[in-house]
């Protein structure tokens, strides 16, 4: 594999059709499971790769250099090979943030709840922090690390959030039924963002919307951390309206 993506169930991904609508070679889906990982690794056998769930933060110890915004997140999706060595960088940070100002949701000094704790969320908190949201609400299922609360304690504590971003896989296909939490929960809530590319529209946001609130999924996300990656990639430059374009022949053909 010369370029590609390794995550551990990848049948939802688009990334192997947005990656050929911005570059001209082979993108690879390459499912690993957790013995299969290291070895693919230490390897080192690609040119350049995508890294997602549960890989993100696990990819880490096997870089020579790591760039100052992905250190600071915490985690790495985007690994170039030169010359043997790894270069790990994270291009989900400008992704979500190119998002959220291209469909108009300010989240500069609001209260703002984050769902999940795992490689998308690190790159979220940082971004929301960078778009200035006045208070950072991190809410976890399954481990509870420091400085993240139980959803029963959100629920008690934090109903007046502003902003829910959900960056958890919960909704994500094939279980689409799924929803994070009842947004009834959160009845000052005025704008719903849920990283999830597949479906496009998820439980959660369709919620949002049905309460009037404004909803949107992270297919948009997915199309602009990709375009930043094959810059990273290829090194050069594509332009920023390569991103609307390809998300919005991806609607198009979703819609028909």
Request: with cysteine; proline share 4%; hydrophobic share 40%.
């Amino acid at each position: 594999m010369k370029y590609g993506l390794i995550g551990e169930k990848l049948g939802h991904s688009a990334s192997k059709e947005i990656h050929g609508k911005l570059a001209d070679y082979t993108y690879e889906l390459r499912e690993l499971d957790r013995e299969e990982f290291a070895p693919f690794m230490e390897k080192k056998e690609f040119l350049a790769i995508n890294v997602t769930i549960p890989y993100k933060q696990d990819v880490i110890p096997y870089l020579s250099y790591i760039d100052g915004d992905a250190e600071a997140i915490g985690a790495v999706n985007t690994i170039v090979n030169r010359g043997g060595q790894l270069y790990g960088y994270n291009t989900d940070m400008p992704g979500f943030i190119y998002m959220v100002k291209n469909n108009n949701i300010d989240i500069e000094k609001k209260k703002t709840v984050i769902l999940g704790n795992g490689g998308v969320s690190q790159a979220i908190q940082a971004a929301v922090k960078k778009m200035g949201a006045s208070e950072i609400i991190i809410v976890g299922h399954r481990t509870i690390k420091k400085g993240v609360i139980t959803y029963e304690e959100c629920f008690e504590k934090h109903s007046d959030a502003e902003i829910i971003i959900n960056a958890s896989p919960v909704g994500m296909y094939p279980n689409v039924d799924a929803s994070p939490v009842d947004l009834s929960h959160f009845p000052k809530c005025r704008a719903v963002i849920d990283a999830i590319a597949n479906p496009l529209t998820t439980k959660i946001v369709a919620q949002a919307r049905e309460l009037g609130m404004a909803g949107i999924t992270g297919l948009e996300m997915l199309v602009a951390q990709a375009k930043y990656a094959v810059e990273i990639f290829l090194d050069t430059k594509i332009p920023e309206g390569k991103i609307d374009e390809i998300y919005r022949e991806m609607l198009d053909t979703e819609n028909k």
